[in-house]
């Protein structure tokens, strides 16, 4: 599977629009981008996957570069629980196996 | 909603004994998984089951042992706990199949062995 690479960290002001980025430039073209996050003493909790086109939720939206080396994660009115480690994953779908990364930690500020 | 209980949030072991870890999910999925989360190293998984009395091993599983015996149920067995297995465990199941990169997890299990 691809690896990605995110930056460590990140601040967002409360209800501003947080965007997290990922790079992931030795995709292939059977990988899907998945986006899960952590909330601290939580488990962590799946948000959105995508393998082309930009997709929504009601928790975020995922936009894919036409090249597919890079992502971002749109959390569009974020609040004080959106505090989390967000971790940007690829993986073949044929695949049952996950392999989390480091992850983003974001801090919403009030 | 989905929900995976784990059968306790801490737990204290002394060197040398045997613990079993339980979990629980009632959304009658085909897979679990069980995870070992540490500081600097994210989650690795540990064991991974499709199906009842069907096990596959993940990137760590010295040290461990699983037994899935209940569709619902998945255990994790240290046979003889070691200080080197102090860590967060984390149980997750997800369906089988188009849906399997969806897991969804347990609030996880904080063991100290001393």
């Known amino acids: 599977d691809a690896k990605t690479t995110q930056p460590p960290s990140m601040d967002c002001a409360e209800g501003r629009a947080a965007n997290l980025p990922c790079n992931h430039s030795t995709i292939s073209g059977n990988e899907y981008v998945y986006w899960y996050r952590q909330i601290h003493s939580q488990g962590p909790q799946y948000i959105i996957h995508g393998l082309k086109n930009n997709e929504t939720n009601e928790m975020a939206s995922l936009i894919i570069t036409e090249d597919r080396k890079s992502s971002t994660l749109i959390l569009p009115h974020a609040t004080l629980r959106d505090t989390a480690v967000y971790y940007c994953?690829?993986?073949?779908?044929?695949?049952?196996?996950?392999?989390w990364g480091a992850g983003t930690k974001l801090i919403i500020k009030p | 909603d989905v929900k995976v209980t784990q059968s306790s949030r801490y737990l204290v072991k002394r060197t040398g004994e045997k613990v079993f870890l339980e979990c629980v999910q009632d959304m009658d999925h085909e897979n679990m998984f069980w995870y070992r989360q540490d500081p600097g190293l994210g989650l690795r998984l540990i064991y991974f089951?499709?199906?009842?009395?069907?096990?596959e091993k993940g990137d760590i599983p010295e040290g461990y042992s699983v037994s899935r015996e209940k569709k619902e149920r998945f255990s994790l067995i240290l046979e003889s706990a070691s200080t080197n297995q102090t860590s967060m465990y984390l149980c997750a199941s997800s369906w089988y199949g188009a849906r399997s990169y969806e897991q969804y997890f347990g609030p996880g299990t904080r063991l100290t062995v001393t």
């Open positions: 089951s499709y199906d009842v009395k069907m096990k």
């Open positions: 994953i690829v993986k073949a779908d044929s695949n049952y196996q996950l392999i």
